[in-house]
Every structure is written in C-alpha cells, then in structure tokens.
C-alpha cells in the first residue's frame, strides 16, 4: 500500500516519518515542493516527494494533513482525484484567537469530520485518525513499552477503516475504533472526550476501549 501525505508540517512530517520507520513507502507532498523534497531526502528510499496531483494518483491512501481552510480548498481542486481512495483527515476545529489562546473554529455541535467528508466525492473512502494526539506526543509516542499508546480512528466505511488499522500499526501504536463519522467529534480537540487533553495522558488499549464505551451523555 502507497500512502501520499499532502502537507509535510508537524502532522505530516510526523506521519511521514512514523510510516517510513514501519516499512511503508510514502509520497509527499506540499504546497512547496522543496519542502517535501527536503522531508524525502531526509526519509530515504521509501519516500519521495511529488506534487499534489501526482502524489494522490499513485497512492492507495491519502493522508490530508492539512489545516481546517486548506482542506475546504484542496479537496474540492482534488476531487476527481480523491475519488476512489482511501483519505484520512487528522483535522480539529482549533484556532487561536489574538492573545493566541486556543478557540474552537466550528459549533460544539459540528466536527471537522462532518465537514471534510461531506467535502469529499462520493466514492472516496473517509476515515478521521492521527489527530487525536499533540504533534509532540504522536511523534514520542510511537511503539510506546510496555504498552502501546493508542490512536482512536472514527469511519462509516470498512475499507477506510482497514487501511487506517494498519497505517496506525505501521506509525507504532494500537488503533481503537472510536464510532461512526457522527461521532469524530470524539476524537477532535478541543471538547472530544476521547482527545489527549481530555484523557490527561496517552492510553493504552484497556483504557481506550473503556473510554470510547464511556460515552458522555449532555448535562
Ligand atoms: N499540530 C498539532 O499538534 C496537531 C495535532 C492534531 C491534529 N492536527 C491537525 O493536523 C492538521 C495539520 O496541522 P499541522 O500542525 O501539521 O499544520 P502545519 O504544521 O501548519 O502544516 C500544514 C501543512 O499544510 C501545507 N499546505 C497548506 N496548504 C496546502 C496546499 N494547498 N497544498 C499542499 N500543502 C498545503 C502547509 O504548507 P505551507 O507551509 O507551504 O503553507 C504545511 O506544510 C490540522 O488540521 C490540525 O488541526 C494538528
């Protein structure tokens, strides 16, 4: 399976990294391209670097590691493309406002998710996973011991949800279903209850599954 990453910055470079180390081949791509020839030249011969449209056609699985605004641009400019594949979107509605605190760009009753698959042609595969950790723990937290750190993953689509198993082996950690794409939410930051921040730590497989049975109900 050939995985393109679409945005080599924190999420990306990280998932890029993670993916080669298991032993999967990865293109990447952004809006600069020396930026993804620079991350392929540092990955060695299981990556390289492509544009855009390139790096999605040869690729089984997509990765959109992209901000929120960039994604409402690129999949509709990448759709004929999109169709068919499997894409995975680690976005969060997060913001900051201008003293930089962290805000929520979307309603608390609206998720990423919702929006990048309703974005997507209908034949493409949509899984939400890789965001539910900062950058720096998804990064120190690959191939965690004694106990894997896990990565929650939320789709409707069985093909989606294989691919985003084994790529989430593959980066070191245990995949846990999380639901449906009703609830990513879950899994998005800020307010999921199933984000790192409202778990206060990276969890293993016991706790995870615990968690994604211990569904909030509103006050
Ligand atoms: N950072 C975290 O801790 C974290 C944690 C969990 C989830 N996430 C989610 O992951 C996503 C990416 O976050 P990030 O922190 O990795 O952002 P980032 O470091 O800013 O990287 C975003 C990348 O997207 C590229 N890009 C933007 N528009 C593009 C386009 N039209 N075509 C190709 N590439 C394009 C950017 O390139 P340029 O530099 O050229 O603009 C940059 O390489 C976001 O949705 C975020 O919510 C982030």
Not at 45 to 55: C, D, I, L, N, T
Not at 90 to 96: D, E, R
Not at 134 to 161: C, I, K, Q
Not at 193 to 200: I, K, S, V
Request: proline content about 5%.
């Amino acid at each position: 399976m050939s995985t393109a990453i679409i945005g080599v910055g924190n999420i990306g470079g990280t998932i890029a990294r993670h993916l080669v180390a298991g032993g999967e081949s990865v293109v990447v791509a952004a809006r600069d391209e020396s930026q993804a020839k620079a991350l392929a030249d540092e990955l060695g011969p299981r990556a390289r670097a492509a544009s855009v449209e390139e790096a999605i056609t040869g690729a089984d699985a997509v990765v959109l590691a992209l901000w929120l605004d960039n994604m409402r641009e690129v999949i509709p400019q990448q759709a004929r493309l999109l169709d068919g594949k499997v894409v995975v979107d680690p976005s969060n509605p997060i913001g900051f406002d201008p003293d930089g605190q962290i805000i929520r760009t979307l309603p608390d009753d609206q998720s990423a998710g919702s929006i990048v698959s309703a974005l997507l042609p209908a034949g493409a595969h949509y899984v939400k996973a890789f965001g539910t950790l900062s950058a720096d723990s998804l990064a120190a937290g690959a191939h965690r011991e004694p106990r894997l750190a896990v990565l929650f993953y939320a789709t409707d689509d069985n093909a989606a949800g294989t691919a985003a198993e084994r790529l989430i082996r593959a980066a070191g950690f245990d995949p846990v279903k999380a639901g449906g794409v009703a609830d990513a939410g879950r899994i998005e930051g800020p307010g999921g209850d199933l984000q790192e921040f409202a778990l206060g730590e990276l969890v293993d497989l016991e706790k995870a599954r615990a968690a994604v049975a211990d569904v909030k109900q509103p006050a």
